[in-house]
């Protein structure tokens, strides 16, 4: 809708969001690029297919005409080991910079499939370090469901009980095609309402928009820096996303993995309606490069 088909009113709070969400960004430092940077242009030692089906193909929309193909196959069983997933060949990965350019699993010819692209650290030592009385399962992710892909969400993990779905864990999802944060919320019980949100983790309360922004079409980069006191996400190497500065007992602390992947959900539906579908035709996920620290 055009300025002039508003109120004053209404225009003015609409300026006042936008300036907001500028000075926000301002006001964070990004960090540096990430020390290593891979872009599938060739067989790589730096990362290895944990599963599934992947290739190295040519795509016009990556920066060098090469990507990492991801393929969820038709008919695929519910979760991560259904899909397909590379992972870096170390495990100490920690503190620094990650992120990737990607294009996100397109599920235009079947709307209510439930797939999930993820970039994410993944720490495999779930022993009980933080002594909560729960398994620590430090992660930090970037996911995308195909039947929303104008929303971004971002998780901080740190603990997860498998037989029950206790959890400890905070996430946002953004709006990237109008800049609204649409859900930030820290939750203990997986299903549950959210509880005891903190100082410093609703920050900012607006994002610059990327008009159209649609992850499934074209080559988006998203990246986050991962410090012992703060994380923070964003996209396209400006748009602050999330500025994460709240409890640091909620921020993961053990070193891992960086992986990306392409799974079925059975589970988790888009905040616009029930889409978990498994999917009828094959779904691919396109990796431009990935950045590790």
């Not at 100490?92 to 499939?113: E, L, S, V």
């Not at 905070?170 to 649409?182: E, F, K, P």
């Amino acid at each position: 809708m055009s300025p002039e088909f508003v109120s004053r009113a209404t225009f003015r709070s609409w300026l006042t969001v936008a300036a907001v969400a500028v000075l926000v960004a301002a006001a964070v430092e990004f960090p540096a690029s990430a020390a290593s940077v891979e872009n599938w242009a060739a067989t790589t030692s730096l990362f290895r297919t944990t599963h599934g089906t992947t290739a190295l193909v040519t795509d016009d929309g990556a920066g060098d005409g090469r990507a990492l193909r991801l393929t969820l196959p038709a008919y695929p069983q519910a979760g991560p080991d259904g899909g397909a997933e590379v992972a870096t060949t170390g495990t100490g990965y920690r503190y620094g910079t990650y992120g990737t350019r990607i294009k996100t699993a397109d599920c235009a010819g079947q709307r209510t499939a439930g797939v999930v692209t993820g970039t994410f650290t993944y720490s495999t030592d779930h022993a009980d370090t933080n002594g909560n009385g729960l398994p620590d399962n430090d992660e930090i992710d970037i996911e995308v469901l195909c039947a929303q892909p104008n929303v971004v969400w971002l998780t901080l993990w740190t603990d997860y009980r498998d037989s029950d779905g206790v959890v400890r864990k905070i996430t946002r999802a953004v709006d990237l095609s109008t800049g609204d944060v649409l859900y930030n919320c820290y939750v203990v019980q997986l299903g549950a309402d959210c509880v005891d949100q903190r100082d410093g983790e609703n920050s900012p309360s607006h994002v610059t928009a990327i008009p159209g922004f649609d992850s499934s079409t074209q080559f988006h980069t998203y990246k986050f820096d991962w410090q012992a006191d703060h994380v923070t996400f964003w996209a396209e190497d400006q748009i602050l996303l999330w500025d994460y500065r709240g409890p640091a007992s909620r921020i993961p602390a053990k070193p891992g993995m960086f992986l990306q992947n392409i799974w079925h959900t059975s589970d988790w539906d888009p905040l616009n309606g029930a889409a978990h579908d498994q999917p009828t035709a094959a779904v691919q996920a396109y990796v431009d490069t990935t950045m590790t620290p």
